[in-house]
Nanobody, 126 residues
Framework: QVQLVESGGGLVQAGDSLRLSCTCS????????LAWFRQAPGKERESVSG????????YYADSVKGRFTISRENAKNTIYLHMNSLKPEDTAIYYC???????????????????WGQGTQVTVSS
């Protein structure tokens, strides 16, 4: 059974930084495409960033480009989201997700991701 566990969320001020982590257990981590999504109150879940199984390809939502960096560390079955220059509009629950078909595809649609973590809250005050 594949499990994803996020950590690193918290309450910060605008301009601060946070690093989110997501550790995977029970699956073939190295084959997975991995991604971060977020959902703010009253809004739909949106794609934030993703990284391919090889780590060679990444994508970012326009709203976070230049501020967020995704990375993966296969030896630890973990992905990270480094978030700099945080803004109040970044406030949301952040979820990591894994696509077990990562060797065949890499996208930003939530429908492609089978496994999800429970989420970690990020709150940015102005």
């Amino acid at each position: 059974q594949v499990q994803l566990v996020e950590s690193g969320g918290g309450l910060v001020q605008a301009g601060d930084s946070l690093r989110l982590s997501c550790t995977c257990s029970g699956g073939a981590f190295r084959r997975y495409s991995l991604a971060w999504f977020r959902q703010a109150p009253g809004k739909e879940r949106e794609s934030v960033s993703g990284i391919s199984w090889s780590g060679d390809t990444t994508y970012y939502a326009d709203s976070v480009k230049g501020r967020f960096t995704i990375s993966r560390e296969n030896a630890k079955n973990t992905i990270y989201l480094h978030m700099n220059s945080l803004k109040p509009e970044d406030t949301a629950i952040y979820y990591c997700a894994a696509d077990p078909l990562g060797l065949r595809r890499f996208g930003n649609s939530p429908d492609e991701y089978e496994y999800w973590g429970q989420g970690t809250q990020v709150t940015v005050s102005s």
